[in-house]
């Protein structure tokens, strides 16, 4: 097992066409100060306010967007776009956006590919998973499969596990069946950096083990004029940024 800090320190501010050809191999990328200080407090302090948060579950916030404007600035956020209209490789569309508290002690969400969800052509739909706090293996860590998006889409298997509450509803129906070339790396995002996420590489998260809350932001993008299912759940809909 691979542990901890992942990449190098490729970034696309300073080396844009280096860090998009890793992005490429890897099938994803972290770049630090997506957000500032004070933009991820915002976030924060604005998520008590969400339904998840006043009915008292926690459960990860879908589209808070459509609850707060805070959220639709932060799916524009031009840290993000300027990235994602490369990702994409044309106009990024924000799909998506949810808000996930992860308290202490929430189970992680089960291996999957983003677009076993969202059903987009290949390589025209990304996400930006955005650390509001610092992330690492014991909280809540995101686990990625790096060069997994070549395979396209993978199988899964159906898992039979109860539900946590606190934990999106569809984050352990399944998991992918990872080809065994493929090495788990457990990613620490630092606050305020994203690591940015192609739709087909596998990925999921470990439980938050630690008694702090893992706040972190899941943006979604595809690609202008792209099809994509918009879900039963999620009701997704594209969104010029
Ligand atoms: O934040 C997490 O725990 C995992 C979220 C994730 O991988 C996803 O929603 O695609």
Redo the contacts with the bound molecule.
Sequence with gaps: MLKEKPTTALSFRTNPEQALRAYHEQGFHIEENIFSDDECAALIEAAKYLENAKNETFRPQMMPHRQDAIYLNALRHPNISRIMNLLVDGTAMGLQT?F?Y?KPGTR??SL?Q?NFFVQAPMGVFA?A?VALTDTYLEK?G?IVYPGSHKEGLLPVRKLSMSKDSAQ?PNANNEETIVPEKYKLLNASVPKGAALF?HGHVV???NPNQTNDWRY?L?NTYIRKGESFRAGNYAQREAIEL
């Design positions: 949810e996930f992860c992680g969400f999957h983003d996400s998973w809540g995101l999106d996420i990925h999921g998260s972190v899941l």
